[in-house]
């Protein structure tokens, strides 16, 4: 079936392979939605494109009652509206609201830092510890293998942080979706090799904050390490 639709043109105009058929572990509503949002974060799904509940069931292989869901909460943040009753378009944000929107997630994410340096316990220092050795065994490796052992790093942080609410807003807050990330790590593994190992070293100086329960410290370093990755990730949108 995925290989079908990714043949076939998209029924709504889009480029082939623009969204993948979903599969049956998740609930469908769930699958619906990060495929939509991921889809509008990195491009796939344009600004102003009209959006419609058939033709997004029929490219995720489900039916129109886990898309509307799905559309029903990318409206609630913003993403998605309805310019009239009929009509469904993905939402233009300007540089500016980008920007801003980022800055949200970078927040967001260092208080949980500040959150999980008052709870880490030792057996989380050593899941921590562990997934920095993999990421510098793996920082020349492909893209998308950094770029998941670096997301098993932050979902460790928020299960230390144990707060689901916080987690739900950065997440919320996220624009740049996995293939502008992955832009980032290959950025980083070439032409900015130097901000490759600033990141390194701000896992492992994240790792002790945590370990000496300092606050202050684990806020500041997710701050500045988010901070360094938006500039890197804005510059080169511009540039492109």
Do not use: C
């Not at 572990?25 to 491009?43: F, H, K, M, N």
């Not at 310019?83 to 233009?92: A, D, F, I, Q, S």
């Not at 510890?129 to 998941?148: F, H, N, Q, R």
């Amino acid at each position: 079936m995925a290989n079908l639709l990714a043949m076939t043109e998209s029924p709504l105009g889009w480029p082939a392979g623009a969204l993948e058929p979903l599969g049956r572990t998740v609930p469908l509503a769930d699958q619906a939605y990060q495929s939509i949002r991921e889809a509008i974060a990195t491009g796939r799904i344009r600004p102003g494109e009209r959006l419609t509940e058939r033709g997004l069931a029929m490219l995720l292989g489900v039916s129109p009652t886990p898309v509307r869901e799905a559309l029903r909460r990318l409206a609630q943040e913003g993403l998605v509206e309805r310019p009239t009753p009929r009509t469904l378009t993905v939402v233009e944000h300007s540089a500016e609201e980008l920007v801003e929107l980022q800055y949200a997630e970078i927040m967001l994410r260092a208080t949980l830092a500040r959150i999980a340096a008052a709870k880490a316990t030792q057996p989380d220092i050593a899941r921590l510890s562990g997934i920095v050795k993999e990421l510098e065994a793996a920082a020349e490796s492909d893209p998308g293998t950094v770029l998941d052992i670096a997301a098993r790093f932050d979902q460790a942080v928020n299960d230390i942080a144990g707060n689901p609410a916080i987690t739900a807003l950065y997440q919320t807050a996220r624009v740049f979706g996995r293939d502008r990330r992955l832009r980032s790590v290959e950025l980083m593994q070439t032409s900015r090799r130097d901000l490759g190992a600033r990141h390194l070293q701000a896992h492992r100086a994240l790792v002790e904050a945590l370990q000496a329960h300092d606050q202050n410290r684990a806020e500041r370093v997710v701050r500045d390490h988010l901070g360094s990755t938006l500039a890197l990730l804005l510059s080169d949108l511009g540039e492109r």
